[in-house]
């Protein structure tokens, strides 16, 4: 499978070589596990918690991260053989152009922008939610051209604030991070702690709602693409615990972003997969204990869709526990903020060095060592979607463009076995091909779970990606550029 012009895995390293366009090393596994973890636990369980139990499977929401989490995995192991495989920024972008050509390499970086940048703009608003919540605790009332229907200019501030953060350098990222995930952390911790003295067991029946149940204020969630095709029932029930999965998959979204990073990692062969595999695992145990832990102190039918945590507790007679949650839901999700533009900002920066877009915006700062052109550009750009387009809408589109990326890795790393054999792999994915078709077979029923209005506007945004392709892209990339340089692949890589 080779659609298009394909750059060697020597000419994917030798392009971080080239001067003016050189990110510094400056991570260890440490900081890769920590931007993880800090990308990861966000919106998925400080905010889409409520909406999965509350509208599509009830206390069952607990094996709806269970089954993200694996499918997570799978693709996961793909993920961390290629990063240590081709350790350039990029993500799955980069691995594409290496082993599938370049015609699916910029399908897969279309697809990955928009993956993060409305990926930042769902944690965005849903920072803002808490904002919101933390404000009026402190009796501070947010003034409604801020703060209102239709528009959302808290959560456009925060953005351009983080944008600002991200061009001062990937150290002072990391740093930063790493004090805010720690403080995140112990906020996790403390709602499964202090929330375990609330768990009625009375809360959990059913465990499993009925299918065609009636949600948090009476509500049913949106139909899935197989549920308006006849094959799945509506909320609730099993296919409900899989409808729920679809969404709440977006809280895992965030190990792939720590792959976009390979190019500034010190020993990308063996942080990567540590980085990877470490951070997902954590989350999914810490996924689990939450959801149970918040479906048991409140039943399913009353759960709030909007700050489900703070909610949870201030039902139960604990206000001051709902603000502490409150502010460390804003603190973790400006870190997923944080992560997302930065690895949205890598992509563009790769994708126009690769001269697909144009190469004005591979330009690194030599002061900082940042490409700030790209994050300034990517910045703008989500702090205008944040301030207008909803939550659900933003975090199902998001999805669907990370499942599509899956199954494009996943499809990958089985091509570049059969091509590049004698490639030396630092992490082998293991059971190759079961695990590569079992993450592709996952992604793709957790994308068929998506409402069909999603399907809609991902086809849109690709059928856009296409024309923007074939109208500059295809004559302008470095390959085209010079197609002197597009030989057979070398026996070895350095």
Sequence with gaps: MNLGRTKTIEQSIADTEEPGHQLRKRLGPLDLTVFGVGVIIGTGIF???GKAAGVQAGPAVALSFVF???????????????ASTVPVAGSAYTFSYASLGELIAWIIGW???LELALGASTVAVGWSTYFADVMKAAHITIPSWAYGRGHNLAAAAIVLILTAVICLGIKVSSRVNMVIVAVKLAVVLFVIVAGLFYVKAANYSPFIPPAGSRGAGGATSTPSLLQDLGFAP????ISGIFTGAALVFFAFIGFDIVATAAEETRRPQRDMPIGILGSLAICTALYVAVSLVITGMVKYTSIKIDAPL????RSVGRPGYATVISVGALLGLTTVMMILLLGQSRVFFAMSRDRLLPPAFAAVNQRFGTPVRTSITTGVAVAVLSTFVPLTELAELVNIGTLFAFILVAIGVLVLRRTRPDLPRAFRCPGVPVVPILAVLASGYLMLNLPAATWLRFLIWM????????AYGVRHSRLAAAPEEVRPPAASTR
Excluded: K, M, N, R
């Design 47 to 49: 905010v889409l918690t």
């Design 68 to 82: 993200a989490g694996i499918a997570c995995a799978l693709a996961a192991l793909c993920y961390a053989e290629f």
């Design 111 to 113: 697809d990955l922008i």
């Design 234 to 237: 509506g909320s609730f029930g």
């Design 310 to 313: 703070a909610a949870a507790f």
């Design 463 to 470: 059928v856009v990606g296409f024309v923007v392709y074939f």
